[in-house]
């Protein structure tokens, strides 16, 4: 073969080469362009009635916002929510949103996935000493504040019970620290003696019902009750209605679950905290997304989570107190319940 043709064919060859370089290049930038972004979803568990609700708007909110979602519940199992984190990690998630079951114990698959990579967002509950990127919640010492305040309006003498919720989530420490704003000072002028705060495993209603049962066994003078939930009130006024004690007993609790609006119209339970949900789903599918496509998010708020300095940035939502008389201004008119589920068991009040 001629010099001349020999280096015309390898001039070709190398622009063929370099043109199915650029195309390939091209097909791979077009296609990276294409991919959705994937968003994993931690869930601790749906044992509570909110959970579901959460999910549901989160669930929508992300899709509407063009991104791809996977989600996974532990049913209360922190060893098995590790294991699904690993799991979403492994199969290409952009962004982890977690809510934990304990505070501590997803500390290393938090660490694990942000090793990877992938930024983290805490919804609803903190991880502790895991450096996330965002928390996203509602204050939850005001809503121990708020529940605390409710109760010493009507009862600002007398002997009080505290159901707290479980003693390795975060919030419940929070909630605890909020009612103790309030209910301190009225401890120290001896108007309010506490018999007993409980502090369950987790959030167990069978728990709640054991703690205060022993506390009946040592005396019945009890005037109020404060629990870390609405479903942790209920075991608490089960429980006071068996002993005919729910008469003279006020019961406060928090989600406004629609059964504990339904109480609180029957007269059998206080006061509960409603926490927009909506709000709050769409406000973290939002900067979930955010934090998929690396954009900077600024708050007005930090948190101190054990590890990273200066604090973990804190997306932080009002709660707003339900008594009898707020229910239409609140919940109804939110269109967080209905009227007609609220009242069905009350119908002559509307």
Known sequence: MKPE??????????????????????????????????????????VVERWKRDLEVFEKSV??????????????????????????????????????NDADKLTASVKYA????????????LV????????????????????????VQVVPHGNYVIIN??????????????????????????????L??????TWDNEAARKGLEQVLSRTRAIDAVIA???MLA????????ENRLLSTTRVVGQDAELAACQRIAEGSQYATIYKPIDRLALRAAGFAVMLAKKEKITTDATINDGLKKGGVPYVRLEPILVTKPLLDETVIKDGFHSKADVYRNVRSSY
């Open 228 to 230: 870390g939930n609405d």
């Open 5 to 46: 043709i020999k280096r015309t064919l390898l001039v070709l060859c190398a622009m063929l080469t370099a043109c199915t370089f650029f195309v390939s290049c091209g097909k791979s930038a077009q296609k990276s362009q294409d991919k959705k972004l994937v968003v994993g979803f931690s869930l601790d568990s749906l």
């Open 234 to 241: 209920e075991a608490a006024i089960n429980v006071l209605s």
């Open 196 to 201: 007993e705060e409980i502090w369950p495993e």
């Open 128 to 151: 502790r000493n895991a450096g996330v990127d965002l928390y996203v919640s509602f204050d939850n010492e005001k809503v121990g504040s708020l529940m605390a305040e409710s109760l």
């Open 63 to 100: 899709k509407e916002l063009g991104a791809d979602f996977i989600y996974e519940v532990a049913d209360q199992d922190a060893d098995r929510q590790a294991e699904q984190v690993r799991s979403m990690v492994s199969r290409g998630i952009d962004v982890l949103v977690i809510i934990p």
């Open 114 to 125: 942000k090793s990877k990579r992938i930024p983290v967002l805490s919804y609803d509950r």
């Open 165 to 194: 919720g479980a003693k390795t989530d975060n919030n419940a420490i929070m909630l605890n620290t909020g009612m103790h704003k309030v209910l301190d000072p009225f401890i120290e002028r001896g108007d309010i003696h506490i």
